[in-house]
Nanobody, 126 residues
């Protein structure tokens, strides 16, 4: 399984970016897809996830710090996951990683994810 994250860049505070994650080697429709980030000098943290319910519904989860500003979505037909980030703040500056979880578990815990993308850098200037 390979994950390729893209869409990062430099943006001013208050701006928007949309990150994309392209998966290959596994159809993502039945799996949880997550976004994590690692700010400079800090540990990796959960950002958002979209979890398969077992049917046609997918549940979205967000870290409190991004709730109301970020939106996760997925395009199962094309094996893509997106993270739309609005009202960006300097504290959102980080390397953003997408990941796929192979088994049910706490979507906020990185150890529950099997494969990770290489990361894409988001820099928000004040």
């Amino acid at each position: 399984v390979q994950l390729q994250a893209s869409g990062g860049g430099l943006v001013q505070a208050g701006g928007s970016l949309r990150l994309s994650c392209a998966a290959s080697g596994r159809t993502i429709s039945n799996y949880t897809m997550g976004w994590f980030r690692q700010p400079p000098g800090k540990e990796r943290e959960f950002v958002s996830a979209t979890r398969w319910s077992g049917g046609i519904i997918y549940y979205a989860s967000y870290a409190d710090s991004v709730k109301g500003r970020f939106t996760i979505s997925r395009d199962n037909a094309n094996n893509l996951v997106f993270l739309l980030m609005n009202s960006l703040k300097p504290e959102d500056t980080a390397v953003y990683y997408c990941a796929i979880a192979g088994a049910p578990g706490n979507v906020r815990v990185g150890n529950n994810y099997d494969y990770w993308g290489q990361g894409t850098l988001v820099t928000v200037s004040s």
